[in-house]
């Protein structure tokens, strides 16, 4: 079945490091892919999207590209601060299967030191 | 108030009790979702709904059960709790029909303890 795949392990950096966190997948069909935030103590909310191939989603500095050919859609941030810290989620919707259910990666602590 | 509304928020209980999580949406969308999130496993599907009195298994769906009596209401039922159901359990919505793209919206979650 469809499913995403995370890097392993949490992520400790510096503030004003550069942020990369790794996200693959497996479709069968075209699916649109996501990228969800939650910080301490709250529920996930939506950081980013993108529906179809080269589709790039952005917001609150960080982006994501939908590769077709690598099936990735890899975070991105240029200049982290210690307010980005959190758990991100990547996951994808194969809205050809008629149900439009999200498929979740495991998910990858974020820790931005000062 | 919020879209996702979750109750408790937080709940410590003992084996064999039986637990209630409700949750409740102002969104008026068709479709809703109870998930538990364990630390390094991410977010596991129990159980969904498509409309009132639809239900169907998501990929754990052992040890609980659902009512959707009404469309802004989804509550999760453990019957008897056992400590390894110990978690952060969290309500979704969605939109049905062209609205959907694919988008959840989650409540803040409930983290229940069972000793």
């Known amino acids: 079945g469809d499913s995403v795949t995370q890097m392993e392990g949490p992520v400790t950096l510096s503030e004003e490091a550069f942020l990369t966190i790794n996200c693959t997948y497996t479709a069968t069909g075209y699916p649109s892919l996501f990228w969800y935030v939650q910080y301490p103590g709250e529920g996930l909310q939506l950081l980013l999207k993108a529906t179809k191939a080269d589709d790039k989603g952005s917001n609150k500095g960080f982006e994501a590209t939908y590769r077709k050919e690598t099936t990735s859609f890899h975070l991105e941030k240029g200049s982290v601060q210690v307010s980005d810290s959190a758990v991100y989620f990547c996951?994808?919707?194969?809205?050809?299967?008629?149900?439009?259910?999200?498929?979740f990666g495991k998910g990858n602590q974020v820790v931005v030191i000062p | 108030d919020a879209d996702v509304t979750q109750t408790p928020r937080n709940r410590i209980t003992k084996t064999g009790k039986r637990i209630m999580l409700e949750c409740s949406q102002t969104k008026g969308h068709d479709r809703m979702y109870w998930y538990r999130q364990d630390p390094g496993l991410g977010l596991q599907l129990i159980y969904y709904s498509f409309d009132v009195k639809d239900i169907n298994k998501g990929e754990i769906s052992d040890g609980y059960s659902v009512s959707r009596q009404a469309q802004a209401k989804f509550s999760l039922s453990l019957e008897s709790a056992i400590p390894n159901q110990t978690a952060l359990y969290f309500c979704a919505i969605q939109p049905s029909g062209p609205a959907n793209t694919g988008e959840l919206f989650f409540g803040e979650g409930s983290r229940l303890t069972v000793l």
């Open positions: 996951a994808l919707s194969d809205r050809g299967k008629g149900n439009n259910r999200l498929a």
